[in-house]
């Protein structure tokens, strides 16, 4: 490959969550291995993986100029931006106009939350669910969140539940809905005639969607990642949709998302939401960040990623298959995550997930507690990290957790 995904990179003392944070937030970090393991960081969802040179490069000539004072976003942010969408997802006639800047896709999600519902208000989500979207919405901003689950099928993929979904927008009297495409905790990209038929319910029910598709560049080979709004001109226009290049190119710390907002009445109010607050001001680096990391060279980039955690991926998957009986997943086909379902190990083996956890982290393997996620006996684990690591986590599990031994 042209791009390094196989070096181990020295994360500590730079700023890392995923390494210096162990320990620091019960309930939501790992804690930190026992003496003789080294840390395997498999929680915080960034990688492990250094960006793309050309990423680097647009900060540093930038960082050239002496001056850093008020701009507005370049026409090349923009362009960069339609030309990323129009190569990678498809899309067509996307303009400057349908494009705002958002600090994060949480925030934007909340911005448009603001502008078609009040505090109180019923809220549709899928469950399992991003840990983000309960703290921000329900916990932090009062909105209820009503859950509707999704089911593994007889070949274990996660699939929704369209019944469940319409009976409950109904009941609950649902008018704002939110939607992960792909879906973090669980891993799928929908399909084309899920999202259609997801897109007919919530319009039956008059439902805006608010779709977070901040991971829609990181597809696993033989998936297709289709954006909601083009499945059908109704969805065009109902849809508030959410991209970043933070997840794609591990740029979180840099800050910088941004909407697409086709509907004129959609993107006024959220616009008017986001603005009152004056807190949704782009950082003059975090744009020529993207304008870097949108050039053909991130282009290039991506594709050979989605290669190597396609490999980790199919690596991690078949372990469990073939050593940790009982241990549930439905196999992702994108993001780099893996949500595991311990309950019928657990049952077997006369342990808690509790324990199962520890003994992870014990070893250095610092995968995450699933149930904040929704899934009552479950691990999140992160596996963009260079497959060495990712070879010596399993090996770690199966020598000291999924196992009757302990360290």
Not at 377 to 406: H, T
């Amino acid at each position: 490959m042209k791009y390094d995904f196989t070096s181990v990179i020295e994360r500590h003392g730079k700023d890392a969550l995923a390494v210096d944070g162990l320990g620091t937030a019960p309930g939501f970090a790992p804690e930190p291995p026992k003496e003789g393991f080294d840390l395997i960081p498999m929680w915080v969802a960034d990688m492990n993986f250094p960006t793309v040179p050309s990423v680097q490069e647009a900060l540093i000539e930038r960082a050239k100029h002496p001056t850093f004072g008020y701009f507005r976003p370049s026409g090349e942010y923009f362009d960069s931006i339609i030309r990323w969408q129009e190569t990678r997802n498809g899309v067509r006639g996307l303009t400057d106009t349908c494009i705002g800047y958002e600090n994060g896709v949480l925030g934007g999600i909340l911005s448009a939350l603001k502008a078609f519902a009040s505090p109180g208000d019923k809220v549709l989500l899928h469950s399992p669910v991003y840990i983000g979207f309960t703290k921000s919405i329900s916990k932090v901003n009062g909105y209820e969140i009503v859950f509707s689950p999704l089911k593994r099928d007889e070949k274990g993929i996660w699939r929704m539940d369209f019944a469940d979904m319409d009976a409950k927008l109904k009941a609950n009297h649902i008018h704002a809905a939110v939607f992960c495409s792909p879906h973090n905790p669980c891993g799928r990209v929908w399909e084309r005639w899920e999202i259609e038929k997801a897109m007919e319910v919530y319009r039956k029910n008059d439902c805006v969607v608010i779709s977070d598709e901040i991971w829609s560049d990181l597809i696993l080979e033989g998936y297709q990642h289709i954006p909601t709004q083009s499945v059908s001109e109704d969805a065009k226009n109902r849809t508030v949709a959410f991209y970043a290049p933070s997840k794609t190119f591990n740029l979180s710390g840099l800050v910088g998302s941004y909407h697409i907002i086709y509907h004129p009445y959609l993107r006024d109010r959220v616009l008017a939401a986001s603005e009152k607050s004056r807190y949704n001001e782009m950082n003059v680096l975090s744009m020529h960040a993207l304008i870097g990391a949108y050039r053909p060279e991130g282009q290039e980039w991506v594709d050979e990623l989605r290669q190597v955690l396609t490999e980790n991926v199919n690596y991690a998957c078949d372990y469990i298959e073939n050593h940790f009986k009982g241990v549930a997943f439905g196999r992702p086909q994108g993001t780099y995550m893996l949500f595991l379902d311990c309950t019928s190990w657990c049952e077997a083996h006369g342990r808690s997930i509790d324990e199962v956890l520890k003994a992870g982290w014990d070893v250095g393997v610092a995968w995450q507690d699933g149930r904040p996620f929704h899934g009552a006996c479950g691990i999140r684990m992160n596996l963009a990290l260079p497959l060495s690591r990712v070879q010596e986590a399993f090996r770690r599990l199966d020598e000291y957790v999924f196992c009757d031994r302990k360290v």
